[in-house]
């Protein structure tokens, strides 16, 4: 196929270049970055959706922040591309912070003082539940015992403080990324109207200097005829 690598790296190798990237996390921000500029949609759709994207980023839903940042994004009308660019809020250097706040906070809201955890602790969690699905999912099929205790507690010990919450710093994000996010992509708008205005203005004076010249050699020669 066209494009495709010929040798594909191994999965841990693109899980890695992915949670930290070779050439640094200041490049990837720079090329989303510039994509959000050029989006072909209104700034007020661009730093909605881009706000529906970080909302999602302190949620509890891993592996399926793209999915819901873009249903977020469609529902309220926002651009759907700026939403997926709008999760990279929730990245390995900011989910240590959101993590934490979003599970103590809603662990206080439940009435669970003193209650807390880190992040390694919920990182564990997060595994052991995934793990307790699969165990699940095979008990089904007659393999292994059902975990599904394990999950039960999960959800009320981690999953259910940590979806609570973050709706208020989710929240919070998000409207902090609309105002923004807003101003300047519609800044961005802006100077490349008036750049392509003014380049455009440059060729037509081009072709009208042009056609003078030409109208001005017709008449000369017409002249000397």
């Known amino acids: 196929m066209i494009f495709k690598r010929r040798d594909k790296p191994p999965f841990w190798s693109r899980l890695r270049e992915v949670l930290f990237p070779r050439k640094g996390f200041l490049r990837g921000l720079d090329y989303i970055r510039k994509r959000l500029h050029r989006l072909p949609d209104s700034p007020h759709r661009i730093a909605l959706g881009f706000a529906c994207g970080a909302f999602v980023s302190f949620t509890p839903f891993f592996t399926l922040h793209f999915v819901l940042a873009a249903v977020l994004a469609w529902a309220l009308r926002g651009n759907v591309l700026a939403a997926?660019?709008?999760t990279v809020v929730g990245n390995p250097l900011t989910f240590p912070f959101i993590s934490v706040?979003?599970?103590w906070l809603g662990r206080t809201m439940l009435g669970r003082h003193g209650d807390?955890?880190?992040?390694?602790a919920v990182t564990h969690a997060f595994a052991e539940a995934f793990n307790s699905i699969s165990m699940t999912i095979k008990s089904w099929f007659g393999y292994g015992p059902?975990?599904?205790?394990?999950?039960?507690?999960f959800f009320h010990d981690v999953f259910l403080p940590y979806l609570i919450g973050g709706i208020f710093p989710g929240l919070v994000a998000a409207v902090a990324c609309y105002w923004i996010i807003g101003p300047v992509v519609a800044a961005y708008q802006e100077r490349r109207?008036?750049?392509l205005a003014k380049r455009a203005g440059k060729w037509r004076q081009a072709i009208l200097d042009e056609q003078g010249a030409y109208m001005a050699r017709d008449a000369e020669e017409g002249d000397d005829a």
């Open 84 to 86: 997926m660019f709008g």
């Open 101 to 103: 706040t979003a599970l």
């Open 116 to 120: 807390g955890s880190d992040f390694a």
């Open 146 to 153: 059902s975990m599904l205790d394990g999950l039960l507690d």
């Open 193 to 195: 109207r008036n750049r």
